[in-house]
Structures are given as C-alpha cells and as structure tokens.
T-cell receptor
Framework: QKEVEQNSGPLSVPEGAIASLNCTYS??????FFWYRQYSGKSPELIMS????GDKEDGRFTAQLNKASQYVSLLIRDSQPSDSATYLC???????????FGKGITLSVRP | DVKVTQSSRYLVKRTGEKVFLECVQD?????MFWYRQDPGLGLRLIYF???????EKGDIPEGYSVSREKKERFSLILESASTNQTSMYLC????????????FGDGTRLSIL
C-alpha cells in the first residue's frame, strides 16, 4: 500500500511569513511529485510539479525534493490570506500518471 | 486551458437507485480517473481508465462500475446506491506518461437518502 504522510495541521502563519508544508512518501518508485491547492468547497488545482532532486521555484512557491529521504516539501514565501487552503501532496507512480494523495494540510494565513 | 466538466454539482438520490455521474474532458487525454473525497480520508481512487473501453480498479471499487465508450467521456455508475456512498466525487483527466499531472473537474456532491 502506497502511503503519503503530510505533517499534522492545521498550520497557521501570519501574513508575510514563510509557510512550510512537508510530505513523506513510501513508494521509492515514484518519479513525479505534485502539489495541489484546494479551497474549501472547490476541487484541487495543480500549483507545482517537481521531478528531480533539489529545488524548483515558481513565483512565491518553491518545491523541494529529496528522493533518498523520500521527502517533498512546499514553501510559500510572503504568505497571503488568499493562500489559506488545504494543500495536497501527490506522488505519481506507474505509466498511467496515477497519483496517491496525502490527506492534506490546511493552511491559514492570518492578516 | 484544460476543461473537465462534471454533469452535476449537487445530486440527491434515494437508497437502491442506480446513479450515473458523467465526466467530459476536452483535451484529448488518454487517462481519466474517478475519486471520492471524504473528511479525514482524503482523496481515494475508485476507478481509472487509460483508453477507450479500458478500465482498472482503484483502491475502493466496491459498489461502483465505470464506462468509457468515447475518449472524452468517463462515467461512474453506482449500481445500487447506499447511504455510505454519500460523498464528494471528483473526476480527473491527464495525458499518458508518468510525469503528467491530473486536472480535476468541479466535483459532484452526492447525497444518498
């Protein structure tokens, strides 16, 4: 059974701070990793993907991957109240882009 | 932009009814997926399809079936709805290949009374 663990939440940070969201996964065969954001009552939307060890930056978001430690994280710099949502970590496996989703961590950014 | 359209946002059905949830994507994706999402349990894969008429069971297929007669359309069928199938149902699609993300529809909130 493939498992994805996201650090316990909810996470609350003040506006302008850095939010750090962590995820560990069990399947060493995973080659692709995705972060989705889900606002309350809405469906998940893709915000970041990462495939190689190291950092990948996109605007205020940075994804970090360490395959040896089976660890992937998402940093949100200069957090805004509009970042308040649940963030889902999803490693991919197999040839058909199947994903295993973590249960998510809820981020609250305080004005 | 990828567009995944689910036929209903909200649906109320009765126990024992046969329920059809429809999903259409406009990006010519090979792969399509059905999930359910429940509080505390996260997103769980029910079925997926990697080609027309091809399907594979996910983690929780019991009580469900699927149909994919055309590439753009993937249907989820609850053969005899039960109250424990009350949930948010999410359809997703994605291109073939292990580096491809999935794109989600808006979801159908299904209540079985």
């Amino acid at each position: 059974q493939k498992e994805v663990e996201q650090n316990s939440g909810p996470l609350s940070v003040p506006e302008g701070a850095i939010a750090s969201l962590n995820c560990t996964y069990s399947d060493r065969g995973s080659q692709s990793f995705f972060w989705y954001r889900q606002y309350s009552g809405k469906s998940p939307e893709l915000i970041m993907s990462i495939y190689s060890n190291g950092d990948k930056e996109d605007g205020r978001f940075t994804a970090q991957l360490n395959k040896a430690s089976q660890y992937v994280s998402l940093l949100i710099r200069d957090s805004q109240p509009s970042d308040s949502a649940t963030y889902l970590c999803a490693p991919g496996y197999g040839a058909n882009s199947k994903l295993t989703f973590g249960k998510g961590i809820t981020l609250s950014v305080r004005p | 932009d990828v567009k995944v359209t689910q036929s209903s946002r909200y649906l109320v059905k009765r126990t024992g009814e046969k329920v059809f949830l429809e999903c259409v994507q406009d990006m010519d994706h090979e792969n399509m997926f059905w999930y359910r999402q429940d509080p505390g349990l996260g997103l769980r894969l029910i079925y997926f399809s990697y080609d027309v008429k091809m399907k594979e069971k996910g983690d929780i297929p019991e009580g469900y079936s699927v149909s994919r007669e055309k590439k753009e359309r993937f249907s989820l069928i609850l053969e005899s709805a039960s109250t424990n199938q009350t949930s948010m149902y999410l359809c997703a699609s994605g291109p073939r290949g292990h580096r491809q993300p999935q794109h989600f529809g808006d979801g159908t909130r299904l209540s079985i009374l």
